[in-house]
C-alpha cells in the first residue's frame, strides 16, 4: 500500500528541480540558483518565522510553527481565522494554485472500494455540513504543570470554536464500503517532516471507527464562509471535535482504515496519552502503561475583561467567555471574586451545535478599591468541575483543565 502522504508540491519541493519552481511561485519571483538549494531547505523568505494571516498570536516556537491565542482574543463567539491558535509537527507545506487544484484525498485500507475524491468530488457528491466545532491542543494548559512537563508551554489559548464546512466523514467511509474488520483510522497530511525527508510523516495519528462515524466528525473544505488558513490546514482537514486537535489532521491528503489501532507517528509510546492509573508527580510511567487521550475534559476561559482591567469600585460591569467539556456539554458555569470562598452562577447560553463551546455571561461589582481576581468554574453535564489547581499530574502534561482567573483592580 502506497505511503505517499505528501502531495504533489511538496514532494517536488523536496526532490528535484520543480521545488524551485514551486518556491519561485510562492515568492512571486524566479530563483535563478534553484538547482543547488539543498534538499530539504525552504527558502529563508518563505521560513518558518511567519504567522501569515494571523493577528496578536505568542509564538511559543517557529520550527515547527506553534502559535497560542491570548484569553482576551477569544472574545469572538466563533473563531476568527487571525485569531485560531496554531499548532504544528512538521513544516506547512508550501503549495501552488495547480497543487491545490489538483487535490485529492485517497480512502483506503479496510474498504470494499478505495476511493480517490477531489475536493470538486466531495463540494458535488456529497450532502454538506456547516457547524460550530471546537477545536483544542491536548496540551493545553501544560505551562501550569508541576513539575514541569516538556512540550510546547501553552498557557489558555490553544483552543478555537470556528465554523467548519464540510462533509462527514461517515459519508465518505459509507461511500468506500466500511469492511467488518475495520477498527481505527490512520490519519495522514502533506506537512513535512522536520528533518526534510518526504517519506517520513511528522504526524498520522487517527480515532476509532465509532468516532469516525460520528456525523459531527467532518471533512472540511471551508472555514467561516472561506478558505482555510494555510497555517490551520488548507485546503482540506479532519475536525474531529471535543478530541485533542493532533486528531483532526490538516493538509488532508488520505485516510486509510485499520483493522488494529493505528500505529502512525505521535500515535504511540507516550505521545497524547496518559497513565491508566492516577501516579505522583515526577512519576516515570512505562509506555505500556499508558492510554490514548481521547474526549477532553470540562474547561472555560474568562475572555473579557482582559486581565489587569480596571473597573470603578461599586458599579456594575459585564465578565464573560466560554466553556466546553470534550465530548459533554456544560451544565453550569459559576464565577468568583474572592479567591474562590464563594460562587455565583453565570448565564449560560446552549451551543449553537453539540461540539460548539458555550457562551456565558456575569454581571460583577467589586464592592471596594482593591486587587481583584475573577475565577471561572464550568461543570459538565455528568457533573465534572473545574478544579482549582492541576488535576492528576501526567508525563506530557496533558488535559490540564485548572480554573481559569484574571486579576482586575478596583479604583
Known amino acids: 500500500m502506497s505511503h505517499d502522504r505528501t502531495g504533489p508540491l511538496t514532494r517536488r519541493a523536496l526532490v528535484g528541480g520543480a521545488g524551485g519552481a514551486a518556491f519561485a511561485a510562492a515568492l512571486g519571483l524566479p530563483i535563478p540558483f534553484a ?65 491545490i487544484a489538483n487535490w485529492t484525498l485517497t480512502v483506503d485500507g479496510e474498504v470494499e472500494t478505495p476511493l480517490t475524491l477531489s475536493i470538486d468530488d466531495l463540494k458535488n457528491d456529497f450532502d454538506p455540513v456547516t457547524l460550530q466545532l471546537q477545536i483544542e491542543c491536548g496540551g493545553n494548559g501544560r505551562k501550569f504543570m508541576t513539575p514541569a512537563a516538556r512540550g510546547n508551554q501553552w498557557t489558555f489559548g490553544a483552543i478555537s470554536c470556528a465554523e467548519w464546512t464540510g ?108 497513565p491508566a ?53 456544560i451544565a453550569a458555569i459559576d464565577v468568583s471574586i474572592d479567591f474562590g470562598a464563594t460562587w455565583a452562577p453565570a448565564a449560560l447560553e446552549a451551543p449553537a451545535n453539540r461540539y460548539a463551546w458555550q457562551h456565558w455571561r456575569a454581571e460583577i461589582s467589586l464592592p471596594d478599591h482593591g486587587y481583584y481576581e475573577i475565577w471561572a468554574r464550568a461543570t459538565d453535564d455528568e457533573g465534572r468541575a473545574q478544579p482549582a489547581t492541576q488535576p492528576g499530574w501526567n508525563p506530557r502534561g496533558y488535559l490540564n483543565n485548572l480554573q481559569h482567573r484574571i486579576a482586575v483592580f478596583a479604583l
Open 35 to 99: 538547482r543547488f538549494l539543498p534538499k530539504g531547505l525552504v527558502p529563508v523568505a518563505l521560513a518558518q518565522t511567519g504567522l501569515e494571516g494571523k493577528e496578536g498570536l505568542t509564538v511559543l516556537g517557529d520550527r515547527p510553527v506553534n502559535a497560542e491565542t491570548p484569553v482576551h482574543l477569544l472574545d469572538e463567539n466563533v473563531t476568527s481565522g487571525a485569531h485560531m491558535f496554531v499548532r504544528n509537527n512538521g513544516l506547512t507545506p508550501v503549495l501552488s494554485d495547480e497543487d
Open 167 to 274: 462533509v462527514r466523514l461517515a459519508d465518505i467511509l459509507t461511500r468506500a464500503g466500511v469492511k467488518p474488520a475495520a477498527v481505527y483510522t490512520g490519519h495522514y497530511g502533506a506537512d513535512l517532516h522536520l528533518s526534510g525527508d518526504p517519506e517520513k510523516p511528522p504526524l498520522s495519528r487517527g480515532v476509532p471507527l465509532a468516532k469516525a462515524m460520528d456525523p459531527h466528525t467532518i471533512v472540511a473544505f471551508a472555514m467561516n464562509g472561506a478558505e482555510i488558513p494555510l497555517l490551520n490546514g488548507h485546503p482540506l482537514r479532519v475536525i474531529a471535535p471535543g478530541w485533542p486537535g493532533s486528531c483532526s489532521q490538516k493538509w488532508l491528503t488520505r485516510i486509510a482504515l485499520r483493522d488494529r489501532e493505528h500505529d502512525g507517528p505521535k500515535m504511540t509510546g507516550q505521545s497524547y496519552r496518559v
Open 277 to 329: 492509573y492516577p501516579v505522583a508527580p515526577g512519576t516515570e510511567v512505562p509506555d505500556a502503561d499508558m492510554k490514548i487521550i481521547e474526549t477532553m475534559p470540562v474547561k472555560s476561559l474568562i475572555t473579557a475583561p482582559q486581565t489587569g482591567a480596571r473597573v470603578a469600585a461599586g458599579e456594575t460591569f459585564e465578565a464573560r467567555g466560554h466553556a466546553w467539556a470534550g465530548d459533554n456539554e
